[in-house]
């Protein structure tokens, strides 16, 4: 039945970084409500969306009060009346009221904020939560990709690599996940703390942001966390890095520049950087591996390391039309969604059905500065996207994202699996596949994974990772089989997080618990 958009009211809200965003309410004549704000990127795509500002003196010119007014006026008027259930038609009116590509005139941010509480307003009319609304087949919880190290426009570029993330691989349920996470960034604190690196600040997403030697030294000290954490280096736990390559190319010279490494680098040296670093670590995805436009980089990229996860980022900016591009010139084999870099849900699901049928992954992401709506996670739930981007374990506007999981869960009480996910075909591939050497394509087993020397002693060897061996679950006590492992978690902490799930202070324990080993 038919229900019409009555009315819509905006505010300006504060985001993670203390920056002004914009949110509001829609109401339609029935009487269904929907609310939410939009998140604000840092190291942003220059084909993005475009937020309005509104300049001046007000929050240093980052002040929404003209989106905010425009949600009000122009857009209202463009909508009012269309049926709230009838997604594409309020989203394709807020495009023609804007009438720009990149939605600048009256803001990428107004117009999302709409289209997002649209959908919010139309679940809420038929008494389902977000995410059961928006996807009508059945739903997997997301395999999340998690921060724990940050450098780049995170962490005043501490490094310059943006993002060392972790992917619990070897997770089954996503209670498990979350859990084996948290391990590595408690573990990855003590191992920072080891160092004299700063272990006690947080960076914009909620992980660490240390000065190190090198962009290279992340790697391995998230090497030696996974080991105090008691977890199996590709089984248990593996890499995720996003790169944000745009943020430190030249385009002027062409080139790559690392300036805490003070090194320059042409595309063909920094995809061989990468390279090495997937021979030696546990590296399933890399995210924004080359810059926006660098698409002959990317395609060197692409047959270098195709065994990987590639994601395009800035590269594709959740656009319908670089996406089509990437896969007419088999350019990475993933897309971050993002629906702020595009303006409306519409779109953002387009590019996630683009990508499901040339077999393109997909990873929904959250933003830099966010705020403790979680409605892309109902997305990520509700379009089946297989993998989740949140940032850390900590912060709320991050551990809100877990929330629709947990609530999925505890609503169904059905076993989910993380996933499944391209990343688990990745990893279960990657570890069938015979050895082959690092020269030509990045292989898949990764026989050679050097060791940093504080490990070598107590590491299971490398003959053994890529073994094919059942999987062992992670540890039930905090020291393991092989080798003495410490655990990161005091025995009596990691006993309760077993026995209930999740049994931390944060967002996700407002949800009912989730039982354990289901
Ligand atoms: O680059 C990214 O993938 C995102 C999230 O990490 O950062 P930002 O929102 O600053 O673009
Ligand atoms: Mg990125």
Redesign the pocket.
């Known amino acids: 039945m038919s229900d019409p958009i009555e009315t819509i009211t905006a505010f300006e809200a504060l985001d993670s970084r203390g920056r002004p965003t914009v949110g509001c309410t829609v109401v339609t004549r029935g009487g269904a409500r929907g609310r939410a704000i939009v998140p604000s ?4 795509g220059s084909h993005e969306a475009r937020e309005l500002r509104d300049g001046g003196e007000r929050y240093g010119g980052y002040g929404v009060r003209r989106a905010v007014a425009n949600v009000e006026g122009e857009l209202l008027r463009a909508v009012r009346g269309i049926d709230v259930t009838d997604q594409e038609a309020v989203d394709r009116a807020l495009r023609k009221a804007d009438g720009t590509q990149d939605g600048g005139r009256l803001g990428a941010n107004a117009i999302l904020a709409i289209s997002v509480a649209t959908a919010q307003a139309a679940a809420a009319g038929r008494g389902l939560p977000l995410y059961a609304a928006v996807g009508d087949g059945p739903r997997t919880l997301p395999m999340p990709m998690i921060n724990i190290i940050s450098g780049g ?2 962490a005043a570029r501490a490094l310059d690599v ?2 060392f993330l972790v992917v619990p691989v070897g997770a089954t349920t996503f209670a498990e996940a979350i859990e084996t996470v948290a391990r590595v960034r408690a573990a990855t604190g003590e191992v920072l703390r080891d160092r004299g690196a700063t272990w006690a600040l947080v960076a914009d ?1 909620g992980g660490y942001g240390p000065q190190l030697s090198s962009n290279r030294e992340a790697l391995e000290v998230l090497s030696v966390a996974f080991e105090r954490a008691g977890l199996i280096p590709g089984d248990d736990i593996a890499i995720a890095i ?1 790169v ?1 390559a745009t943020q430190f190319h030249s385009p002027s010279e062409g080139t790559y520049v690392w300036e805490t490494e003070n090194r320059r680098m042409q595309a063909d040296e920094l995809v061989e950087e990468l390279a090495a670093w997937s021979a030696d670590f546990p590296i399933v995805s890399i ?1 924004d591996a080359l810059a926006e436009d660098d698409w002959d980089g990317w395609r060197t990229a692409t047959d270098r390391l195709g065994g990987i996860q590639l994601l395009g ?1 800035d590269l594709f900016v959740t656009s319908p039309d670089r996406l089509r591009r990437g896969i007419d010139d088999a350019v990475a084999n993933a897309v ?1 969604v993002k629906p702020n870099q595009i303006g409306t849900l519409s779109e953002a699901r387009e590019v996630v059905e683009i990508a499901h049928v040339a077999g393109y992954a997909t990873v929904l ?5 966010e705020t403790e709506d979680h409605w892309l996670a109902d997305l990520a739930i509700g379009w089946n996207t297989g993998q989740l ?1 949140i940032g850390s374990t900590m912060r709320s506007e991050r551990t809100a994202k877990m929330e629709p999981s947990a609530r999925d869960r505890a609503r169904t009480r059905r076993r989910h699996r993380a996933g499944p996910s391209k990343i688990r075909e990745r990893v279960l591939t990657w570890r069938q596949s015979s050895s082959r050497t690092s020269r030509g394509r990045v292989p898949r087993s990764r026989p050679n994974w050097r060791t940093p020397p504080a490990m070598r002693s107590s590491w299971r060897s490398p003959t053994n990772i890529c073994s094919l061996s059942p999987r062992r679950r992670m540890p039930s006590s905090p020291v393991s089989v092989a080798s003495p492992r410490r655990s990161s978690m005091p025995p009596s902490a990691a006993s309760r997080s077993r026995a209930t799930g999740w049994a931390s202070t944060t967002s996700m324990s407002t949800a009912r618990p989730i039982s354990a080993s289901s």
């Open positions: 990127g840092a190291s942003t426009a995170h943006q993002d997403e996003d944000a995210e980022d971050l992401s959250a933003r830099s500065g981007k």
